[in-house]
T-cell receptor, first 110, second 112 residues
Framework: DTAVSQTPKYLVTQMGNDKSIKCEQNLGHDTMYWYKQDSKKFLKIMFSYNNKELIINETVPNRFSPKSPDKAHLNLHINSLELGDSAVYFC?????????FGPGTRLTVL | DAKTTQPPSMDCAEGRAANLPCNHSTISGNEYVYWYRQIHSQGPQYIIHGLKNNETNEMASLIITEDRKSSTLILPHATLRDTAVYYCIVRAGNNAGNMLTFGGGTRLMVKP
């Protein structure tokens, strides 16, 4: 079974649209994250979230918002998409042995 | 977080040991060294972490110098599947899941 899964794997959309990326983990972890990997392959943390606390990287625009319906899910909502939002987005969850990452969602904004 | 410096790329022959260096000269006493790797088109994968003692698991060994200013990740018998970008990260706290900052990493190419 996949530990951390994301959907969709690919997302192509127009500028100005609102989109969501879903993330689910079956590891029973309490904390989940969203990362953005840009064209230079640098991974940047966007959010850290558990049942009690949301930590936001200050550089993340407020068009991005994480939503967690339950402990196993942390979805990423993006409003008014811009060209610069094109990237690969990784979800991760935290365990004692480290962070487990999902396969990534490649977002392309046209 | 202490900054890390890694060579941008390395080659290794299949079956040989791959030794990936990392400099973290500004590391502080409570900071651990973590290693992750990212195989093409996949999410990053945790490999190993340590504070000051050498560590070994089923994937790799981590050698940390006595002054803790540098470390080396060793893949004892590299395979083609080990071709990936390897990230060395320094982070406070013995919690491998804290928020991580990934730098450029080392692109390891394992060749037949």
């Amino acid at each position: 079974d996949t530990a951390v899964s994301q959907t969709p794997k690919y997302l192509v959309t127009q500028m100005g649209n609102d989109k969501s990326i879903k993330c689910e983990q079956n590891l029973g972890h309490d904390t989940m994250y969203w990362y953005k990997q840009d064209s230079k392959k640098f991974l940047k943390i966007m959010f850290s979230y558990n049942n009690k606390e949301l930590i936001i990287n200050e550089t993340v625009p407020n068009r991005f918002s994480p939503k967690s319906p339950d402990k196993a899910h942390l979805n990423l909502h993006i409003n008014s998409l811009e060209l610069g939002d094109s990237a690969v987005y990784f979800c991760a969850s935290r365990g004692s042995l480290g962070q487990f990452f999902g396969p990534g969602t490649r977002l392309t904004v046209l | 977080d202490a900054k890390t410096t890694q060579p941008p790329s390395m080659d290794c022959a299949e079956g040989r040991a791959a030794n990936l260096p990392c400099n973290h000269s500004t590391i502080s006493g409570n900071e651990y060294v973590y290693w992750y790797r990212q195989i093409h088109s996949q999410g990053p994968q945790y490999i190993i972490h340590g504070l000051k003692n050498n560590e070994t698991n089923e994937m790799a060994s981590l050698i940390i110098t006595e002054d803790r200013k540098s470390s080396t990740l060793i893949l004892p018998h590299a395979t083609l599947r080990d071709t990936a970008v390897y990230y060395c990260i320094v982070r406070a706290g013995n919690n491998a899941g804290n928020m991580l900052t990934f730098g450029g990493g080392t692109r390891l190419m394992v060749k037949p």
